[in-house]
């Protein structure tokens, strides 16, 4: 239990935190102590380390300046910051920050909780500094823990091991109080990891089955409901890493409670741990991620480079499934499915080197045409240039990048990113899901003159009006409706049904790749940062029955949607 004992949230009293380890900072993760509206705070000031016994201490992360006193009545500029891990007692108070600035928290007192729920523990590797030696940690003496470091050329809101990322437990234990692990009798510690792996018999058993497809478009809401609590509560953690962490950090403190898994779009949660269930199945699926792991990384490395989620890496697999000469009945063409309009906007907006250019139509003999509008008319279907009775005539190019996948990657960092530094979408702690959802209904035409309402700038503000700015983090989950994709209209929905089913799909498909690259291609770049998933026993991978490349090798011929 802990007190802010003066700034803003200094009205709130005392909280109670689940430990073991509890991190404290201006953005410290799930579980932490966030101290909004104190200046001078790193993200992860500190961390709060309990041991069994009802012992606590407290330890600076990196530099971080920490002082610790026996009660809040000191001068704090007489202490000086500690280096390393001390015990807390009842009543004392700890500095954060420098002085003058920061915040001051008293602890009050550790107590148990109760059972503690398996996949709500935080990683206590991942703060602690190298060689740290942490007091009884494991009974009379101290061991250092090694702290993990982040990635080089992965900006750190984007990298799983520095924005405080949750581990699963391999055995459920009892917390004691906010900051403690109670340590149990060796029997109740064997029953509970037969409980374990009981609840877990299922789950384990999750990986390649069928031929299946290499690609599942939406779940049914019945297959939602069969989500066994297990696999959803393990999926929390990479929801976190590639979802909810840059929705924080795109909020720059706008939104608070995020780092909070209650607070999240548990639907869009929900519906994308159903097709996870989907794709896990699917010999094919696995079989087209191993013929496209360059593909895949290359578009990882470029949106880390242009400082977007890794998570967009999975935008053109659901696409095109990575397929450079793909067309749509509208026209849309590449890995992106980018219309010919998209190519001129960029062109002229980005000034990038990406272009449609000199397009043939089949049956109007040599008349070439090249696209001079920056978004495609609202009703693409009567009104495009290359539309015929509903169907798509432009037959070739003579210069049509979208088949290039750096080109169109660019591009596409470019499209997205107009999307994700939008204010509104920024503040409205969804920014990830309502970037992915504006490659499929568009961002906001009417900077061209061309108002649709199935945008997702217009779309989220007057959803957002109605349900509340509060709620904007829910956009996306609340907002599927429609049975499926193919339905027909909006069923209720601030969103086509197409849109609806457009962004869980994409998340589920990259928290598998992410599984399945790291596992068979763990040097690679682009996937050796998920390492950890594959690794460490706590990994969400270890819930899965991920396939060798070799038997992937032998999927890559499977059926096509």
Not at 313 to 336: F, I, M
Not at 434 to 443: D, E, K, L, R, V
Request: glycine content about 10%; aromatic content about 10%; charged content about 20%.
């Amino acid at each position: 239990m802990l007190k802010v004992l003066h700034g803003p949230m200094s009205s709130l009293g005392e909280q109670v935190f689940r430990g073991p380890v509890v991190r404290i900072g201006a953005n410290p993760g799930p579980g932490g102590v966030q101290l909004n509206g104190y200046r001078g705070l790193d993200a992860r000031q500190c961390v709060i380390t309990a041991y069994t016994g009802g012992t606590a201490s407290v330890a600076p992360v990196g530099t971080n300046q920490v002082r610790l006193a026996p009660h809040p009545n000191v001068n704090w500029k007489e202490i000086d910051p500690i280096h390393g891990p001390e015990y807390l007692s009842e009543g004392c108070a700890v500095h954060l920050g420098p002085v003058g600035r920061g915040a001051t928290v008293q602890f009050v007192e550790c107590r148990r909780l109760g059972v503690w729920q398996k996949g709500r523990l935080a990683s206590e590797i991942g703060d602690l500094p190298d060689g740290t030696a942490v007091p009884n940690r494991t009974g009379p003496g101290q061991r250092p823990i090694p702290g993990l470091a982040g990635s080089a050329g992965v900006p750190a809101a984007y990298d799983a091991r520095r924005v405080g990322r949750i581990s699963a437990s391999r055995v459920s234990v009892f917390v004691v109080g906010c900051l403690t692990l109670f340590a149990g009798s060796f029997a109740v510690v064997f029953l509970a990891t037969g409980l374990y792996f009981w609840s877990f018999r299922d789950v384990t058993e999750l990986g390649p089955s069928e031929e299946g497809l290499e690609f599942y478009a939406s779940v049914s809401a019945d297959a939602v409901k069969k989500v066994r609590p297990e696999l959803l509560q393990g999926l929390e953690t990479p929801f976190y890493d590639f979802i909810m962490a840059p929705n924080i950090t795109a909020t720059e403190g706008y939104k608070t409670g995020l780092d909070v898994p209650k607070n999240w779009d548990r639907r869009l949660l929900e519906y994308t741990s159903a097709s996870v269930v989907q794709h896990i199945h699917s010999q094919s699926f696995f079989g087209r991620l191993d013929a496209v792991q360059i593909e895949y990384a290359r578009v990882v490395l470029t949106m880390r480079q242009a400082g977007l989620p890794d998570v967009l890496a999975a935008v053109p697999y659901q696409e095109s499934r990575y397929q450079r000469d793909l067309s749509s009945a509208t026209c849309a063409r590449g890995y992106w499915q980018f219309m010919p309009e998209v190519a001129y906007r960029v062109a002229v907006d980005a000034k990038l080197d990406f272009r449609v250019k000199n397009c043939r139509f089949r049956g109007r003999g040599d008349f070439l045409w090249s696209p001079s509008q920056k978004a495609p008319p609202p009703n693409v279907y009567e009104r495009g240039d290359y539309m015929e009775d509903r169907q798509c005539i432009l037959e070739r190019c003579e210069i049509d990048d979208r088949s290039d996948i750096e080109k169109s990657t660019a591009a596409a960092a470019f499209t997205l990113g107009e999307a994700w530094r939008d204010p509104s979408i920024a503040r409205s702690g969804a920014a990830v899901q309502i970037m992915i959802a504006s490659h499929n209904a568009g961002y906001d035409d009417s900077r061209f003159g061309m108002r649709k309402s199935t945008n997702l700038l217009p779309a989220y503000e007057r959803w957002a009006k109605a349900a509340g700015q509060l709620n904007g983090h829910k956009f996306v989950g609340e907002n599927i409706r429609c049975p499926d994709r193919a339905s027909e209209g909006y069923c209720g929905s601030a969103l086509p049904a197409e849109t609806q089913h457009y962004v869980y799909p994409i998340i589920a498909q990259h928290l598998l790749a992410v599984c399945y690259y790291a596992q068979n291609y763990p040097q690679n770049p682009a996937f050796k940062d998920w390492v950890d998933y594959v690794n460490d026993k706590d990994g969400y991978c270890k819930q899965f029955k991920i396939p060798n490349k070799i038997d992937a090798g032998k999927w890559k011929r499977g059926p096509r949607p």
